[in-house]
């Protein structure tokens, strides 16, 4: 199971203030994780957008994948555009589903990811799917399309050979893309560093 959640731990210094603070405190601290929350769900899109969450470079897709837009879904032979894009454009489309809350507030703990009750249950099981990778079935349907498809692209095209399949290619599978684990291992440092500053910023009474 892929962990979506962060837990903004390594607070310490205001986990103490907070256990005895008042209702302004706790509000302060809140709006804090808030802030930071936004921040870090803009830079994830911005980095999957890029191919390479937390630094770490997309694995690269096969012909196949690439030419037809990653049309073989994990669970149908063709299937939705976000899919397609998702596994041809390193998860773009995945990323109109990415959020942050704050799921409990005692201790704090803040999810970012494909997370909460406004991203549905498909979105989470294909992202789910991406990171870890999966193998698609070669069903007679799909290999016969892939043959015409790869006819299609004429006799002097050097790929066309990869949609001609061996009889003996029964699975295809498709690399995990982990997104959460590498930039959460990027972030966290800063993360934590910003919700300190936005806190005792809010504690000043600035606006954050």
Known sequence: MVMLKISVSGL???ERTIKTAD?????????????????LRKLMISEIRSGAPGGRRFAK?????????????????????????ALRGGGAAMTA??????????PFVMAIGWTGPKVSNSYKK??????????????????????ETGGALG???KIRK?????KNTTFFKTPGRPVIEPFWRAQQEDAWKNIRNNFRRKMRGERI
């Open 97 to 106: 589903a990415i959020r942050y809350n704050i799921v409990k507030n005692d």
């Open 155 to 157: 006799p002097r095209r």
């Open 12 to 14: 310490k210094n205001l």
């Open 126 to 147: 294909l992202a789910d799917a991406l990171q870890k990778g999966f193998a698609s079935p070669v069903t007679d349907r799909r290999r016969a399309w892939l043959a």
């Open 61 to 85: 897709l096969s012909y196949i994948r690439r030419l037809t837009g990653g049309r073989l879904r994990p669970d149908k032979p063709y299937g939705l555009k976000q899919t397609d894009t």
């Open 23 to 39: 209702k302004e405190n706790k509000k302060a601290l809140t709006t804090a994780i808030k802030v930071e929350g936004y921040r």
């Open 162 to 166: 990869y949609f001609f399949l061996r």
